[in-house]
Nanobody, 120 residues
Framework: QVQLVESGGGLVQAGGSLRLFCAAS????????MGWYRQAPGKQRELLAR???????NYANSVQGRFSISRDTAKNTVTLQMNSLKPEDTAEYYC??????????????WGQGTQVTVSS
C-alpha cells in the first residue's frame, strides 16, 4: 500500500513553467511504475509520463520535449517538471503508482490531484 500526495499546481501564463511534486508514504525504489496523469473537464484521463523502477521514462506525444519526470529515492518523491506550458495543459494532474509490493500487481494508487491552470 502507498499514499500519494501531490503539490505544486497553480496558475501560470502560457510559456511558463511549473513543477509538480508527488510524495509517497513508502520507499519508491521497488515500485514498478510511478507517473502522472491529467484530466481536463469533459475529457478522459491521459497518461503523461511514466517512470519505471529501472529508471526508464516514457512520455505522451503531447508533452514530449516539454515535460520531464524524475524521482528522488531518498525523499520518496516523484517530480514532473513542466516547461513551455500551453492553455491546453490546463487540467487536474494526478500522481499514480502501480506495482506496489504487497498489493495487486495491476492496482493503481492515486493521489488527490492538483490543479494546473495555464492562461493565454
Amino acid at each position: 500500500q502507498v499514499q500519494l500526495v501531490e503539490s505544486g499546481g497553480g496558475l501560470v501564463q502560457a510559456g511558463g513553467s511549473l513543477r509538480l511534486f508527488c510524495a509517497a508514504s513508502r520507499s519508491i525504489v521497488d515500485i514498478d511504475y510511478m507517473g502522472w496523469y491529467r484530466q481536463a473537464p469533459g475529457k478522459q484521463r491521459e497518461l503523461l509520463a511514466r517512470l519505471s523502477s529501472d529508471g526508464t521514462t516514457n512520455y505522451a506525444n503531447s508533452v514530449q520535449g516539454r515535460f520531464s519526470i524524475s524521482r528522488d529515492t531518498a525523499k520518496n518523491t516523484v517530480t514532473l517538471q513542466m516547461n513551455s506550458l500551453k492553455p491546453e495543459d490546463t487540467a487536474e494532474y494526478y500522481c499514480y503508482a502501480r506495482g506496489v509490493p504487497g498489493a495487486l500487481k495491476l492496482r493503481n494508487f492515486w493521489g488527490q490531484g492538483t490543479q494546473v491552470t495555464v492562461s493565454s
